[in-house]
């Protein structure tokens, strides 16, 4: 009788040892569940950040383009210029010849 109540204590300090080991690894993984959460909200926040950048970003970009059409009027005068400064200067030796 003392033999089976002394294998009934033993067997009880294993599964209790057992039981403790299994609830140490449950708090674990819900520790890294809630980790892995906070994690996650942190990448949704971050990514509306980076989808508002996005949207300033093109907005910039719609406003911006205005300076393009200034520099090919520039350049089309200066293209003038140039024809009618080339045209002068043929006129000019044209009239010096003897």
């Keep these: ?9 033993t067997g009880i300090s294993v599964a209790r040892k057992e039981v403790d080991e ?14 892995a959460e906070a994690v996650s909200a942190q990448l949704k926040e971050a990514k509306t950040v980076v989808e508002n ?4 970003v093109s907005q910039v970009k719609k406003n911006s383009g205005g300076w393009g ?15 009618v400064g080339y045209n002068r200067y043929r006129k000019i030796m044209k009239s010096h010849l003897p």
């Design 1 to 9: 009788m003392e033999f089976q109540i002394a294998s009934m204590a």
């Design 53 to 56: 950048i996005k949207e300033e």
């Design 22 to 35: 299994k609830a140490e690894q449950i708090n674990l993984v819900s520790q890294k569940v809630e980790e």
């Design 69 to 83: 059409w200034p520099f090919i009027l520039l350049f089309v005068m200066l293209i003038a210029l140039a024809g």
